[in-house]
């Protein structure tokens, strides 16, 4: 009896002590999860609840993403599925699912529903760990619980993860760069097995939920190492931390198929998506206090670093710090290696995210010359911008330990506190704006709304892929997601996909083996822009919800349209591309010196009479090319009048994006009201 009451005496004593060292890592989870549902409510939370994830652009292509490696056979690697680029397998890495959950849930697939979703438990994670990992590193320089508590909380909504959140998910798991800053922090107290272990493990996660930030935490590795060699005057132990790193985040990489998938390494936008100047204090309309600011180009949203109102205070206090206080730079000068490392990846910091192209507000500073292979190795992470998280998350730890150091301790919980409610307030529109996107429940409206057709299609056993004539991105958007949708509901395959990376030359080889080779297992979809590829396929054809289907065998129950009606095709106008100008009431209206561009027709080699009708034609240069103008085609008998442009032209080979350029040179406004194009022979 007295041996169980001091067993029952120790378990207890073991959890007091537990609670007394841990309660507020405890508070601070608690007041993140509290966060992420004030935020966004507590429906997305539901992993049956699927449709505020759909029409959305990148979160539908991560939960459709997530459906094609459910629905999908187990494959080596284990990221690959066979459901996205049929006939091909692509990774799940491509199309930012978070390939460690997408892997993990699909072991449960066999008692999943249907529609499954896990992107709001994600979000829940993130907010939590970006609490409790700024907690572990702050609470080494501050011995105050409290503060610890108040100053989390600026990491759990920081205006760069919250710009991430449901839109790049994946990038919002910004707290891997505090896991590494918490290892870099811990590092001259660890075992080598600890640091090599915590290294390999952080690396597995990096490879697993983006590949963005094996950059990010491979800088901060890389000043680990530097701090390492400094502080020891030995390479050992830093050559291992690296290997632990590379090799688990390359072994998980290529586990997950990411080099096993025939996709472009590099992307086109070296120096467009990247960090500006500014980036660190241009709130970007992000803020109620501070006006956005001029940049380059908007694709350098990318570089998005607003760092709010309330650090912007602590980074000021912090200064005052360093300048006057001889016990907090005796304090920088204990950690001279800390410090060193931290200014080195800093500098690496900003000098990758910057890109090649330097910018401040809208004008370019210079522009570095740099050798083509560089260019290339660059390009494999060409949103440079996002780099600069490394610089945001080192200022904000620096200036809520700092501003601690600087004042005393019941000053500094009051501070923390008001500059909580200040960076609160700053933020409050785009917090607002969140609450009210989330919250509500939201009805996805499929484009597919002939219900007996698609019932119908779905139904033929024998139909397994749905082949897109056209890349995936050049269906109307809402309609290319309402695609997706029905084939997965329908556990059927895709040919094609929106994908971090492109495939354009898999999908050009095997499109055209699909169009020569049509079998009965294949429903083939097409816009008006593909309605002469008719003439290649001897299928069954329906007109449907504003597409053409095509199937091998008649779909049950259903009317196959005329062969005649496949001869001509009207764009009209509406959603497409133009330069000074705009669409409106049907019409696309182009300024002096505007251009229009599309539709994008697929045509096979003949000759077509084009239509052009509008308003003020007559002074317009024509062109008609494809592939974005690399290919010219030979144009003949043009009329121009202020009312129609009419020619013919000659296409020599098939081609899937053929396109009429109309520049507007005369002093008024050119209204182009459609295009006409018939086959001639």
Known sequence: ??????????????FQH??????????????????????????????????????????????????????????????????????T????????????????????????????????????????????FSARIIERFVPNRLYVIIASMFFVIAPVMLLRMYNHTALAGQWLILVALDIFFGNPTMSD????????????????I?????????????????????????????????????????????????????????????????????????????????????????????????????????????VVAVATSKKVRAGLRARSSQIIAILAMLLAALIVSVSPIVTLNDKVLFQVPIPHKLEQLWSIFRATGRIGWIMVYLIMLGTVILSYRFINRRSAVVLAALMLGLQVYDLQDQLAMRHREFSNGIVFQSQLADASFWDSAAKVGSIKHVVMLQRFLQFPINMSWSIANWAMDNNLTLNDFYFARDNADVFVKSRAELIANPDASELFLMNSADVFET???????????????????????????????????????????FISGEEKDGARYLNAGGISFGPFWALPKGTYQVVVSGDNLAQCLVKSYSLSGNLLHEVSGITMRDDQISFTVTVLEDTFSFEVYLENRSTGVTRLDYIDITRLG
């Open 1 to 14: 009896m007295q041996n169980k009451l001091r067993t029952t005496t120790s378990h207890n004593g073991s």
């Open 18 to 87: 537990y609670f007394e060292a841990n309660w507020h890592y405890w508070v601070i989870a608690l007041l993140s999860l509290s966060a992420f549902v004030l935020l966004y409510g507590h429906k997305i939370i539901n992993p049956g609840y699927t449709d505020w994830l759909l029409g959305k652009g990148d979160l539908s292509q991560h939960y459709i993403g997530w459906q094609a490696f459910k629905n999908g056979n187990w494959l080596f690697p284990i990221g690959l599925t066979d459901q996205l680029a049929y006939p």
């Open 89 to 132: 397998h692509t990774s799940i890495i491509f199309t930012d699912s978070i390939p460690i959950l997408a892997v993990f849930f699909k072991l449960f697939r066999a008692i999943l529903p249907t529609e499954f979703q896990y992107f709001g438990i994600w979000g829940i994670l993130c907010f939590v760990l970006l609490g409790i």
């Open 193 to 208: 097995r600890s640091a090599y272990l915590g290294w390999a493990i952080l690396g597995v996660l990096c490879a697993s």
């Open 210 to 318: 983006h590949l963005y930030f094996l950059l990010i935490c491979g800088i901060i590795l890389a000043g680990c190492c530097l701090e390492e060699i400094i502080r020891t005057r030995k390479l050992k132990r830093a050559i291992f931390i690296a290997l632990s790193f590379l090799f688990a985040a390359g072994a998980t990489v290529a586990l997950l198929g990411g080099f096993s998938s025939s996709m472009s390494a590099t992307n086109e936008g070296l120096g467009i998506f990247s960090f500006n100047l500014n980036a660190l204090y241009n709130s970007m309309n992000f803020s109620k206090l501070f006006p956005g600011l001029p940049v380059c180009d908007g694709r350098q949203a990318e570089g998005f670093a607003y760092l709010g109102a309330g650090i912007f205070v602590f980074l000021a206090l912090s």
């Open 535 to 577: 003439a290649a396929m001897d299928l069954y054809y329906y007109r449907v919800d504003g597409l053409i289907v095509g199937s091998v065998d008649p779909i049950p129950g259903q009317t196959a349209a005329d062969p005649k009606d496949f001869l001509s095709d009207r764009y009209t106008f509406g959603d497409g591309y």
